[in-house]
Every structure is written in C-alpha cells, then in structure tokens.
C-alpha cells in the first residue's frame, strides 16, 4: 500500500464524501479505490475483453408470450448464456438472472434485445472483467 496526496475542487470534495456515505465506504481513499477499479473495468469493456456477467429482468409473466420471446432471443445467444433463473415475487411479477461469459459488446447486445422486449419492467446488465 502507497500512500500520496490528492488535490480536490471544494465541490468535487464535496461529492467524494457524498459518494462514501451513500456506499457507506469507511473512509475517502476505500472510495477512491472504487472509482479506479470501476474505471478500469469500464475501459476493459469498451475494448470488448472477455467479461463475465449477469442480467437482471423484472416482468409481468401474465404479458402475452413474453417468456417465449426471452428464451428465443436467449437461444439466439446460447454460446453467451451459462444459466438462468427465474423466481416469482408474488402473483404476477418474476425476476430473471441470467448468468453470462462472452465478448463485452455481445453481452451487452443480448441484454439490450432482453431489456427491450415489451412487458420488461425493469433490466440491469452487470458485467466483470475475468482476467
């Protein structure tokens, strides 16, 4: 561990110290080191690495042949697709995790046919560099 200075924008301070009490990091440089790897992986995913990752969809299961329409689009990127699950929350609303390895720009266009298929509720792509 190295230790060095850092100088901040009074507003930027500001929101740094936001940011550490909204994650509830013990203290500035555990956020900092956030920031950086969060940056990191982001570049990573712009160059297209090998990432792994996992989906999440929110729906209504009542909605007119939307589950079929989630696998055949899911079928269509098989060789991305590790497994899924899929939980009721009550009456008529199920989560899906799809748990997914491939190109970054591939994950992110299979999650982008998901997210918008009609009767998504809600659908949140996170991805993590392997190597």
Known sequence: MKRFGVSLEDELLAKLDGLVAAHAFP???QAIRFL???HLKEEQWKC???V???????????????QNRLTT???DFHHLVLCSQHVHLDHSNCIETITLKGQAAKLQELADKLIAVKGIIHGELVM???K
């Open 128 to 130: 993590s560099v392997i």
């Open 36 to 38: 950086i790897r969060k």
């Open 52 to 66: 792994s990752g996992c989906l999440v969809l929110v729906y209504d299961h009542h909605k007119s042949d939307l």
């Open 48 to 50: 297209n690495r090998e």
């Open 27 to 29: 203290n500035r440089s």
């Open 73 to 75: 689009i899911q079928h």
